[in-house]
Nanobody, 118 residues
Framework: QVQLVDSGGGLVQTGGSLRLSCAAS????????MGWFRQAPGKQRDLVAA???????NYADSVKGRFTISRDNAKNTAYLQMNSLKPEDTAVYYCAARTSSLFGYDAWGQGTQVTVSS
């Protein structure tokens, strides 16, 4: 069973940057698709960015051009670099792993709070 620990959240001003990290257990991390989700109070959890085992990336329109997802398979770690942050980016951010192409995301981090002040 893969376990994920996400970290790196905090409080920043509009226009600032944060780098979130997601450390994964297991020996097959290089086979997992990874994603970052976020959930604001009273709203559903939405996919922000995803990266396949082959390194292809996709982004929500709201973050395209500002956020970058990456992975370091040697370190079993995925990252989300967030630049030009806006107050509407405020949410709890969750790392997730898709361990099989047959199913959806099936492993989740505990969440890390990102707050962007205006």
């Amino acid at each position: 069973q893969v376990q994920l620990v996400d970290s790196g959240g905090g409080l920043v001003q509009t226009g600032g940057s944060l780098r979130l990290s997601c450390a994964a257990s297991g020996r097959t991390f290089n086979y997992y698709a990874m994603g970052w989700f976020r959930q604001a109070p009273g709203k559903q959890r939405d996919l922000v960015a995803a990266i396949t085992s082959g390194g292809s990336t996709n982004y929500a329109d709201s973050v395209k051009g500002r956020f970058t997802i990456s992975r370091d398979n040697a370190k079993n770690t995925a990252y989300l670099q967030m630049n030009s942050l806006k107050p509407e980016d405020t949410a709890v951010y969750y790392c997730a792993a898709r361990t099989s192409s047959l199913f959806g995301y099936d492993a989740w981090g505990q969440g890390t709070q990102v707050t962007v002040s205006s």
